[in-house]
Structure formats: C-alpha cells, structure tokens
DNA sequence: CGGTAGGTTGAGCGCATTCAAGCGTTGTGG
DNA sequence: CCACAACGCTTGAATGCGCTCAACCTACCG
C-alpha cells in the first residue's frame, strides 16, 4: 500500500530532467521544525495585504461606490447579462462559473477579498459567466462608465485596474498550467496551496482553511471527478500535508505550505528514486 | 473499429440532459450542402475584422508606435524580463508559453492579428511568460507609460486596451473550460474550431488553414500528448470533417465548421444513440 | 544520400473514471 | 425525541481513456 504513483503530467516537453534533480533527497514530507511561514512570504503577503487595503480605500474615496451585502449562493452577475458594473470584493469567496452553449459548466475561477469580479464582461457588454458567493461577503458596487471617467483624473484608480486585470489573466494561465501538467494528487495539493497562499496574502490566517466549495466543486475546478478529489484528500492527509478537523471534514490544516510543494514535486518525480 | 467512444467528460454536472436532446438526429457529421460559413457569423466577422483594423489605426496614429518585424522562433519577450512595453499584432502568430518554478513549460495562449501581447507583466512589473512568434510577423511597440498618459486624453485608447484584456480573460477561461470538460478528440476539434474562428474574425480565409504548431505543441497546449492528438486528427479525418492536404500534414482543411461543433457534441453523447 | 525532425500507428499499461455501497451530518416532520 | 430522508463524503472494484514505449514512415536539408 501507501502506493506511491509515477508521475502522469502531460507532457512534459523539456528540461524535465531539472525537475528530478533539483527534489533533493526525495521523501521529506515530514519534517520535523515545520516554520509556519517562510519570513520572505511573510514580508510579501504584509505588503500584498496592505496594498489590497489600499486600494479598496482609494476606490471608496475616488468612486463612493454602493455597497452590496451577499449570502452563500446569492448571484453578483449572472453569464448573458448585460454588463455595467464592476464589483471589487471587501470580504467573502466567490466562485466565477462557465456555462457553454450545450450545457457544460465549468468553474473558472476563485475569488477573495480584494479581487475584482466582472472583467469578463466589459469586451462583449455582456457578462460571459455566472459570480456566485459561496460565503457571507460583501462588494463595492462600481459603474463602469464612472470608473471610466474617473480613470482619466485618477491615474491610481486605473493603475489599480490594470493591475488587477494583469493578475486575473496570470492568474488563469497558471490554473491551466495546473490542469495540463499535474496529475490528480498534485493538482489537488496545488490548489490548497493556491487557496492557502490567497488568504496569506490577504493578511489571513492561512494554516487553518475552511473549504468552501463541496468535492464535486472542487472536481469540477480542477478538471476531475469529485471521487478523485476525496481520494487525493485522503492520500494528503495519510502522508500528513494536511490534517482534517476532528468534526467534519471541511476544515483543513496546513500545518507546513511548504510541504504541499514538496508534495506536487514528489507526484512529479518520474520514478521513485530510492524505495517507494 | 471506427471504435465510437463514450464521453469521459470530467464530471458534466447539470442539464447534461439537454446536451442530448440539442443533438438533433445523431450522427451527421458528412452533410451534402456543406456551406463554407453561416452568414450570421460571416456578419459578425466582418464587423470584427474592422473593429480590429480601426483599433490598429487608433493606436498607430495617437501613439506612433515603433515596429518590430520579427521570425519563426523569436522572442517579443521573456518570463522574468522587467516589464516595459505592451505588443499589438498587426500579422503572424504567437505562442505563449509558461515556465514553472519546477520546469513544466506550457503553452497558455495563441495570439493572432489585433491581439495584446504582454499584459502579464503589468501586475508584477516582470513578464510571466515567453511570447514566441511562430511565423514572420509584425507588432506595434507600445511603452506602457506613454500608453498610459495617452489613455487619460484619448478614451478610445482606454477602451480598446480594457477591450482587449477582457477578451483575454474571457478566452482563457473558455480554454480551462475546454481542458477540463472535453475528452481528448473534442479536445482537438475544439481547438480546430477556436483556430478557425479566430482567423475568420480577421477576415482571413477559415477553411484552409496552416497549423503552425507541431503535435507536441498542440498536445502541450491542450493537455495531452502529441500521439493522442495525433490520434485525434486522424479520427477527424476519417470521419471526413477534415481533410488533410496531399503534400505534408501541416494544412487541415475544414469544409464545414459546423461539423467540428458537431463532432465535439457527439463526443460528449452520454452514450451511442443508434449504433455505433 | 544519409541524418534529423516531425508524424503515424500499434501494443500494453496505469491513472482516473464509473458504478456502487456505506457512513456521518443535517434538517424536517411525525 | 426520534425516524427518516437528503446531502456530502469516503472507499472499493472494475472499466476504459489516454499515456508510455516502440517501430516505422515521410519530408526536408546539408
């Protein structure tokens, strides 16, 4: 058992033979100090977090935008709408959600505090997904065409906006190098981390998650089925990345983010170098 | 043999349903009239394809841009390189590649006329990734901060530059879609479908098309191997909705892009309606 | 004409899916 | 208060899509 898989990753076209030798000793996964952080992120995500702070105040001193309370489920903008606004998030999660012509739906994205949701609509003047809260959370209520106007006075204001449109198309990028490269298990430790790292730089604890989103969410995120989801879960928590709470098990520990990293090198390792 | 295989469709979660029902008749994939573009569409290209030759006007005339002629294989910019400049595309083909901290690399974008080449770099004032011609060609250089004051005076330039990073958002989230949602032929003929219409949207001819990408790259891009999309465009082929030219396997034809559309629900059909 | 790069196709295998059963938690109504 | 249904999660078993490995082919170029 403990049946340690052979990398499967797509396609990994060169400089694959880096990846092997830059792993180190290989199977370190528990390690003993286990620093929460390392002080480079630390100081990173302070920043990351007070320029998030920021920016919401320039916008609602600039702009005076309405605010709007949402709850779990409740729709921001739906796909087909006509768009008008944009929306910049003070708190909550949001999921951003695809749906194609015939049907298929598709998560495309995460959100927390400090995002901007509705970027997707401003080239078609229509919506083209579904923002949907997943928590109690609030957003800044922003019209474009005020943005617009204000962006010619305000050099922040659209320096904020640019930077935050950079972001979510860097962002997208590497959720699709995520999907092509990684194999189940990896993917799913990838996202932890991604999610971990979200709530870091946001000046959030990030050792403790609460997921969100239900198996078949996550599944239908990272492109797998909501079984395969549990079981990458479950291999994390056996080689002790994570730690699931006593009740339930929608609370996540992380005791190391560094080790969810260890983790996707090892699944990435092309055969197991010493025993399994 | 002509093995029909069933969907694996990653976890379809709703109205997959209807998904069947909207299939109509199953299985026509060889239709008789075969008319090379639906004229509402032909419409709609047209409007696009002018959309794209005022912008390129817009930005050569408010911003006189330096132009940069460049060849198979170069390089506009490199991940890591410090941010100073967007890229407008006024001809050829672009890839975009992504380098992982680990050495995946992955192609997270193609770029055609009217395009935006750069706005990654934005956010973090360094580039996250390549951006590779792939055939002689040409952009416009365009200095972020000379973009940026013009902005303020000249709306049209805001617009077209929130436009175009609008458009990136909402394409890159329809690639994650299609990576996640569709088994590895639908993959292909998705991909196919995408090329076609985005050539179609710059009044270029849709119904010969040269790929300029090898089958790894392909396979890079869409997440699998370069013997699966091999695979796949052979199926294609036979099922006649390509046809490959004589000389060489780089030139697809598509009679009928219709058919690709076609080909990718009938991938998806929960099972074989008729027979096989 | 040999060398190389890209492409096709077959055989076998494995990861992730499908199908299925069972468990824990929550919420509702008798 | 407790059935009981609904929902989410876990885990096992079997299947299959897509990957790996391999051989062979074509086109191009020095």
Known sequence: MLSTQIATAAHVTLASTLATSTQGPA???LRAPALPVLKSDAAANQRASQHVAETLKLLIEKLAPQRRVVHA???????GESFGHLYVMTSGFFKLVNLSADGREQVVGLKFRGDWLGFDGIANGRYACDAVA?????VLVIRYDALFAACAAQPALMTALHEA???EIARDRDSLMSVCTLPADARVADFLRYWAESLARRGLRSDQITLRMT?????????MTLETVSRS???????????????GRRDVQIPDVDALSEFIQHCLAPASPVLQ
Chains 1, 2 share one sequence.
Do not use: H, P
Request: aromatic share 8%.
């Open 233 to 247: 879960l479950s291999k994390l928590a056996r080689a002790g990345v994570i730690v699931f709470a006593e009740k």
């Open 27 to 29: 199977r370190t996964l």
């Open 215 to 223: 198996r078949a969410e996550i599944g239908n995120y990272l492109g």
């Open 73 to 79: 489920g409740d729709l921001v903008y739906q796909g």
């Open 165 to 167: 449109m950079s972001r």
């Open 134 to 138: 997943m928590d109690t959370g609030e």
